[in-house]
């Protein structure tokens, strides 16, 4: 079995888009403190004029199997991004997002393409996050979208629809856990991608990072792609499931999240149809992404 021409020019676009919304999306009481006995209320509480900032890093591997020989996909991303609190809105902290630096590379078949944000670095978006960590009042992922090479368009305020960790809706101890399910729709005019991930998060323990007092949170991951679009004359659809998992830690004294790291791998295929011919690839992803405070 051959790869058509088809197929490996449309593999690499189809790569840089789930990676990017894969790894985005691979996450309440004022004065609590860290009391093992009765339970701990974890919630957000930034402090308003107080500006934090964050550096997310993500990298995706691709394998590909053609006719018995595997075929390796590479993306990563770098994105920087200040929060900056402005107080209360409808009950939920209203937040205001600068995008500080963005960069995204993917490589294939020994051909690199690179992102073209330098339009978007610097610019700002206003959201909110309640004390849970529901996120809400995004504006429409056009407002700020940039191309990959010759991919695209791709939106930078997608991935804030799950970049703040759900907390439990009350107190809770050591050991015990709670569920989050994330999900993240990636649509433009040639192609629709959806992922969905449901995790357990168990409060591990208490520990201090960067001086900051912070609960130890591990997360176990399972979830879905699927989706599909056209692109150079071609269709394809892809449908993968996902397992991996992290530890994340979360500063219940100051109120603010502190860092993830999350891997895991996704098996699946890709199927392309085209005037050449239809296949159906193997494939498998390891990702990997940190996201942490910038102190």
């Known amino acids: 079995m051959h790869i058509s021409r088809s197929a490996r020019t449309l593999l690499p676009a189809v790569v840089i888009l789930v990676a990017a919304i894969t790894l ?43 006719g ?16 900056t609190p402005k107080g209360t809105k409808d009950g939920d902290q209203a937040i205001g997002i600068t995008i500080d630096d963005l960069y995204v590379v993917a490589t294939a078949a020994g051909t690199s393409s690179e992102s073209d944000a330098d339009h978007v670095i610097g610019q700002s978006f206003d959201m909110t996050v309640s004390k849970s960590g ?5 504006p429409e992922p056009d407002l700020m979208e940039y191309m990959v090479g010759n991919e695209g368009p791709k939106s930078a305020i997608t991935g804030f629809g799950v970049i703040f960790p759900d907390l439990p809706d009350g107190p809770i101890e050591v050991g015990g856990t709670w569920p989050t399910t994330v999900e993240v729709v990636e ?5 629709n991608v959806a992922v969905t991930i449901e995790a357990v998060n168990t409060l591990e323990g208490f520990e201090t990072i960067n001086g900051l007092e912070c609960a130890k949170i591990s997360a176990v991951l399972t979830g879905t792609i699927e989706g599909g679009g056209t692109q150079g004359g071609a269709e394809w659809t892809m449908s993968s499931t996902m397992d ?10 100051r109120g603010i999240f502190v860092s993830d790291s999350t891997e895991g791998t996704a098996d699946g295929t890709i199927t392309v ?3 050449d011919g239809e296949q159906t690839l193997p494939v498998t992803r390891n990702f990997t992404m940190l996201a942490k405070l910038v102190q």
Request: proline content about 2%; glycine content about 14%.
């Open 68 to 83: 018995g020989q595997s075929v390796e996909i590479n993306s990563s991303e770098m994105m920087l991004f200040s929060v």
């Open 134 to 138: 529901v996120e809400g009042g995004l």
């Open 187 to 191: 649509q433009n005019d040639n192609s």
């Open 24 to 66: 985005m999306g691979c996450a309440s009481m004022c004065g609590t403190g860290a009391d093992v006995t009765k339970g701990t209320v974890l919630e957000y509480r930034m402090s308003e004029g107080d500006p934090i900032s964050y550096e997310f890093l993500a990298d995706n591997t691709q394998m590909l199997d053609v």
């Open 244 to 253: 991996g998992g992290g530890v994340w830690y979360f500063a219940h004294e």
């Open 273 to 275: 149809k085209a005037p």
